[in-house]
T-cell receptor, first 113, second 111 residues
Framework: EAGVTQSPTHLIKTRGQQATLRCSPI?????VYWYQQALGLGLQFLLW???????NRGNFPPRFSGRQFPNYSSELNVNALELEDSALYLC????????????FGAGTRLSVL | EDQVTQSPEALRLQEGESSSLNCSYT??????LFWYRQDPGKGPEFLFT???AGEEKEKERLKATLTKKESFLHITAPKPEDSATYLC????????????FGAGTRLAVHP
């Protein structure tokens, strides 16, 4: 069974540009989560999508946004990129019920120059 | 505010030297504590989930335990391939499924 897949593996952008990161969940999982792992910091929760709806959002500015498609895949968009947005962006998926386990992809390394 | 603290930040062990990693938490209502392993440049790999004080889970050389204030990840007779960063995370009653992570413990096991 395929795990969570993310693309691209690496992404290089300049300040002010927009970045789009993609995630395909494990088959059967309807919930997708996005986390940011900046150098020297722990994983910080960004967004949670389930059944195409945004269910929860972390303490990030509105220029971080995303969506979930009917096939449960998801996209994270970061507008007006800033240098401090450079980080590993991790996607996880799970079943939406309580006590679920989140399984992570390998991440997208975003570098903002 | 919900908080997760892991100690030590880094741990160096000789192969076969058993030790424990600590995860202490202060949360409004625990709905699960999770241990993950993360190798450099990769995403976290799920290890264990614990839901109530007194619960224990084992997998090969690893054993996770949970009390009302902390969790321990015991590593028995570690091997070099156990070298990784070990992350602890909690899900809380008011957290809407999000995981709150600690900063992790970097474990290095030397032959």
């Amino acid at each position: 069974e395929a795990g969570v897949t993310q693309s691209p593996t690496h992404l290089i952008k300049t300040r002010g540009q927009q970045a789009t990161l993609r995630c395909s969940p494990i088959s059967g999982h309807t919930s997708v989560y996005w986390y940011q792992q900046a150098l020297g910091l722990g994983l910080q929760f960004l967004l949670w999508y389930d059944e195409g709806e945004e269910r929860n959002r972390g303490n990030f500015p509105p220029r971080f946004s995303g969506r979930q498609f009917p096939n449960y895949s998801s996209e994270l968009n970061v507008n007006a990129l800033e240098l401090e947005d450079s980080a590993l962006y991790l996607c996880a998926s799970s079943y939406p019920e309580a006590k679920n386990i989140q399984y992570f992809g390998a991440g997208t390394r975003l570098s903002v120059l | 505010e919900d908080q997760v603290t892991q100690s030590p930040e880094a741990l160096r062990l000789q192969e076969g030297e058993s030790s424990s990693l600590n995860c202490s938490y202060t949360v409004s209502g625990l709905r699960g504590l999770f241990w993950y392993r993360q190798d450099p440049g990769k995403g976290p790999e799920f290890l264990f989930t614990l839901y109530s004080a007194g619960e224990e889970k084992e997998k090969e050389r690893l054993k996770a335990t949970l009390t009302k204030k902390e969790s321990f990840l015991h590593i028995t007779a570690p091997k070099p391939e156990d070298s990784a960063t070990y992350l602890c995370a909690v899900r809380t009653s008011g957290g809407y499924n999000k995981l709150i992570f600690g900063a992790g413990t970097r474990l290095a096991v030397h032959p």
